[in-house]
Antibody, heavy 125, light 109 residues
Framework: EVQLVESGGGLVEPGGSLRLSCAASGFPFSKAWMSWVRQAPGKGLEWVGRMKTKTDGGTADYAAIVEGRFTISRDDSKNTLYLQMNSLKTEDTAVYYCATGRCYGTSCYGTTDYWGQGTLVTVSS | QAVVTQEPSLTVSPGGTVTLTCGSSTGAVTSGHYPYWFQQRPGQVPRTLIW???NKHSWTPDRFSGSLLGGKAALTLSGAQPEDDADYYC?????????FGGGTKLTVL
């Protein structure tokens, strides 16, 4: 069973930093592209970015609104995805979800088929 | 960045049929946008209903189907149930990124 468990959310002041983690299990993590999606209170879903596998280059793509401030990384030895958030703004307040695709054996496709429960980040003074 | 558009709200009667659409500011939506559809009930985590235009997950009720219709991605609900009262989001792929639509609030009434 695919499980994604986010952690690291909390209250941070504007301009501050926070690192979120997503612990994964139930699928071949090193073979899977991963993504982060957020949802501000009472608002819609917003794509934050995605991380490719090391085999596919190990690079990340970001939404324009977070590019240069947020960094996605992964530790395949720990089956964990990270989201480093710097220069946080009040408008970054949201529930942050980790998501992944579908895996068939050791082949995985997509980045948003399975979702974690999310972790709340509040940026406020 | 592309803008993905959805109907803000729709209403369907129990047992009725409704189609939600998803358009792109860059032109026609094609299979190359790999359209996804998600359902989010109040207070719950989003769950994927449709991937790559028309593929269902094991948990997707048979009454939901995905397609391309008139240059847009479409999600059709046939035989609406009270539990289908939720927000629905489409999601499209572009070079180097992904974009969600603003969501459709579907009321079953």
């Amino acid at each position: 069973e695919v499980q994604l468990v986010e952690s690291g959310g909390g209250l941070v002041e504007p301009g501050g930093s926070l690192r979120l983690s997503c612990a994964a299990s139930g699928f071949p993590f090193s073979k899977a592209w991963m993504s982060w999606v957020r949802q501000a209170p009472g608002k819609g879903l917003e794509w934050v970015g995605r991380m490719k596998t090391k085999t596919d280059g190990g690079t990340a793509d970001y939404a324009a609104i977070v590019e240069g401030r947020f960094t996605i990384s992964r530790d395949d030895s720990k089956n964990t995805l990270y989201l480093q958030m710097n220069s946080l703004k009040t408008e970054d307040t949201a529930v942050y979800y980790c998501a992944t695709g579908r895996c068939y054996g050791t082949s995985c496709y997509g980045t948003t088929d399975y979702w974690g429960q999310g972790t709340l980040v509040t940026v406020s003074s | 960045q592309a803008v993905v558009t959805q109907e803000p709200s729709l209403t369907v009667s129990p047992g009725g049929t409704v189609t939600l659409t998803c358009g792109s500011s860059t032109g026609a939506v094609t299979s190359g946008h790999y359209p996804y559809w998600f359902q989010q009930r109040p207070g719950q985590v989003p769950r994927t209903l449709i991937w790559d235009t028309n593929n269902k997950h094991s948990w997707t009720p048979d009454r939901f189907s995905g397609s391309l219709l008139g240059g847009k991605a479409a999600l059709t609900l046939s035989g609406a149930q009270p539990e289908d009262d939720a927000d629905y989001y489409c999601f499209l792929a572009y070079s180097g990124g992904r974009v969600f639509g603003g969501g459709t609030k579907l009321t079953v009434l």
